[in-house]
């Protein structure tokens, strides 16, 4: 649909409304991700150091070794958190060369709707980085359960 000049004049009320929520729902989902590698981190180290406590006391041998592979899981899981592909941004350069000779209401739709883009390509990234994080977290679980009876069971 095509729009006159009066009547994308008309609606640039609408279209800066519509460019802000789309930019700061992509500073929400930015800091979403943050959080998730955060999050990755702590288990990447709790895994770490709950592995080589086991690995320094007596334990049960085949509990023990299954508490292991929870833990590598665990491990794995959480390093390919970081290895999902990278946030996505608008580039500046980019944006300059565009937009810079487009009236305000057109630049103000092109925006939105990179925006619309970026977000839904990030949104994948994201989904992608909870499942890898969620694993991270049930193994991690699955190998402190092992462990406590691994260490609790007379060997």
């Known amino acids: 649909m095509t729009m006159t000049p009066a009547e994308l004049a008309a609606q640039e009320p609408t279209l800066e409304l519509l460019n802000n929520e789309a930019a ?4 929400r989902q930015s800091d979403s991700l943050a959080k998730i590698d955060t999050k990755a981190v702590f288990l990447i180290g709790f895994a770490a150091t709950a592995a ?7 334990h049960h041998d085949l509990l023990a070794y299954c508490a292991f592979a ?9 390093v390919q958190t970081f290895w999902v ?6 580039e500046p350069r980019p944006l300059v060369v565009n937009y810079a000779r487009l009236t305000k209401e057109l630049a103000l739709i092109r925006l939105a709707s990179s ?11 994201h989904q992608k980085r909870a499942r890898c994080w969620t ?11 092992l462990s406590t009876v691994a260490l609790l069971l007379p060997t």
């Open 24 to 27: 700061s729902r992509l500073a």
């Open 52 to 58: 080589q406590f086991l690995a320094t006391h007596k």
């Open 70 to 78: 929870a833990y590598a899981v665990s491990l794995l899981a959480g």
């Open 85 to 90: 592909a990278e946030y996505k941004d608008l």
């Open 115 to 125: 925006r619309a883009s970026l977000f839904e390509e990030n949104q994948r990234r």
């Open 135 to 145: 694993a991270s977290l049930w193994s991690l679980i699955v190998g402190l359960g």
